[in-house]
């Protein structure tokens, strides 16, 4: 089984400084995707960005960025320039690819989550 | 605005009641998943659906029932529960081959 770790419980950083949040997994597989979502107050997990463990380029969206470390089983996302609206609970997940079939394809897997405060 | 809404967002109900959640997709997916986020856990995932046949049942009570009547409906049935069944319970769904699972914004559930 797959296992998301994120050893961060709470980071903090200042607004319009750059903040890493950490994670590691642990699969078997080749093919699989990785995922940071953010949880707002409002409860709602909504899609930071997104990593193909077969692409070797770090994802990127506007201020949000990854570092990818397939070998090392490392998923780290980057915040620059950090506003306000950036708080929010931060969860890294795991998802299987197609082909590693069974019904493991589709779960998503979470880590604990990382608090992340914004201070202006 | 959500592509995945749930309703109710917010539910009290007794240990002898029943209730159910619902969930709604209006982003042409065939799969749909429900979460339970309880507090201090990571997220759970209690079912998958695709294309309407349930596909993944991780070892939830029977307390928890859930039906896809289509690939845009999912419905959480709920009766019997108990005060530690209250939680965050979150609707998702996804192309079958999608990469990518979208959220709704999640029913919170208070049993007393």
């Known amino acids: 089984a797959q296992t998301v770790t994120q050893s961060q419980p709470e980071m903090s950083v200042q607004e319009a400084e750059t903040v890493t949040l950490s994670c590691t997994y642990d699969t078997s597989e080749s093919d699989y995707y990785l995922f940071w979502y953010k949880q707002p107050p409002s409860r709602q997990m909504i899609l930071v960005i997104r990593?193909?463990?077969?692409?070797?380029q770090n994802a990127t969206e506007n201020r949000f960025s990854v570092n990818f470390q397939k070998a090392a089983k490392s998923f780290s996302l980057k915040i620059s320039d950090s506003q306000l609206g950036d708080a929010a609970m931060y969860f890294c997940?795991?998802?299987?690819?197609?082909?590693?079939?069974?019904?493991?394809?589709?779960?998503?897997?979470f880590g604990q989550g990382t608090i992340l405060t914004v201070h202006p | 605005e959500t592509g995945v809404t749930q309703t109710p967002r917010h539910l009290v109900m007794g240990m002898t009641n029943k209730k159910s959640l619902k969930c709604e997709q209006h982003l042409g997916h065939n799969a749909m998943y429900w979460y339970k986020q309880s507090a201090k856990k990571p997220l759970e995932l209690m079912f998958v659906?695709?294309?309407?046949?349930?596909?993944e049942n991780n070892s939830v009570p029977s307390r928890f029932s859930p039906e896809c009547p289509n690939s845009s409906h999912l419905f959480l049935h709920l009766h019997t529960l108990q005060p530690e069944d209250s939680a965050l319970y979150l609707c998702a769904s996804s192309q079958r081959t999608g990469n990518t699972i979208y959220f709704g914004e999640g029913s919170w559930l208070t049993v007393v």
């Open positions: 990593q193909e463990a077969y692409k070797q």
């Open positions: 997940a795991y998802r299987s690819g197609a082909n590693a079939g069974g019904t493991s394809y589709g779960k998503l897997t």
């Open positions: 659906y695709n294309f309407k046949e349930q596909t």
